[in-house]
């Protein structure tokens, strides 16, 4: 794969959503590129982004999240011997991998080994999730990564929120998971989807599940309130997991439950689709 050069982040990310089957990390600089992987670096930033492709239909999500991340400077450039380190999936609803509303657990689960194996002390799987936990966990498959890899899956209470300063021009004051803030290291790995008030969600809108309160109450002014958590919670590394990508309906998915019937085919062909496009579905 070529080597982008610099281009701007727009640009970035028209690149990444004409892609399926891929993941994409960021963080600080780096010069490493792998074969699977294009390389962006902002020199003045300091900060790099990683983008791995799956080469044919058989390819290995373990496989490719290894290689991105070596393209990265490896696990060990980020999590250092005897860390505790949060990872914050999107786990927050109860669907199942293939509905592509959560973090795709193979993801997840090589993220995990990883850190284990830059000797990590103990790692975390952190979400506040919106649908019942137990559920959750069930359906998106992260209570089993927890089981197979020894992280700690931790169940959101009341008792492990805790009022702090996220000094934020929109978010302040706010409830915030302990676990995450506790952590020495914090790996973000959301899922890239459709979101009904932001269009498209990466990176940012994450956060949005390591805080609790009202958090409805950020959804006033998402693109602020996403902008402060992300410079709150500061993730060593970021994620982006696309091996699937719900284009409509997002964030969590489901059915518009419409049937539409017409003599004719155009009217029905133009009917908006649940993207806001057109269907003849």
Aim: aromatic content about 6%; proline content about 6%; hydrophobic content about 40%.
């Amino acid at each position: 794969m070529p080597n982008f050069g610099l281009q701007t982040q727009r640009e970035w990310i028209k690149t990444f959503l004409r892609l399926g089957g891929c993941v994409l990390g960021g963080g600080p600089l780096i010069n490493a590129l792998a074969d699977v992987s294009s390389t962006h670096q902002d020199a003045e930033g300091g900060r790099f982004i990683v983008l791995g492709k799956g080469r044919s239909p058989q390819y290995s999500i373990s496989e490719l999240v290894k290689q991105t991340f070596e393209a990265s400077g490896g696990m060990s450039r980020f999590i250092s011997r005897g860390d505790v380190v949060a990872v914050k999936p999107n786990i927050s609803w109860a669907r199942t991998p293939d509905l592509a509303a959560t973090t795709n657990p193979e993801v997840l689960k090589t993220v995990i080994e990883l850190c284990f194996d830059a000797g990590a002390k103990q790692v975390k799987i952190v979400d506040h999730t919106i649908h019942d936990p137990r559920r959750c966990f069930a359906l998106t498959g992260a209570g089993k990564v927890a089981k197979e890899t020894g992280a700690e899956l931790i169940y959101p209470r009341s008792s492990l929120v805790r009022r702090m300063k996220v000094g934020g021009k929109r978010v302040d004051v706010w409830p915030v998971l302990r676990p995450l803030v506790e952590a020495d290291k914090i790996i973000n790995i959301p899922i890239a989807k459709h979101h009904s008030l932001s269009s498209l969600t990466l990176g940012m809108k994450n956060w949005i599940g390591g805080v609790g309160g009202r958090r409805w109450a950020l959804h006033q002014d998402i693109h602020q309130s996403i902008v402060d958590l992300a410079r709150f919670f500061n993730p060593s590394i970021t994620l982006i997991d696309a091996i699937r990508i719900m284009t409509s309906n997002g964030p969590s998915g489901g059915s518009l439950k419409y049937v539409v019937t017409n003599k004719r085919e155009s009217p029905v062909s133009l009917f908006p689709g649940p993207g806001g496009g057109s269907s003849n579905q």
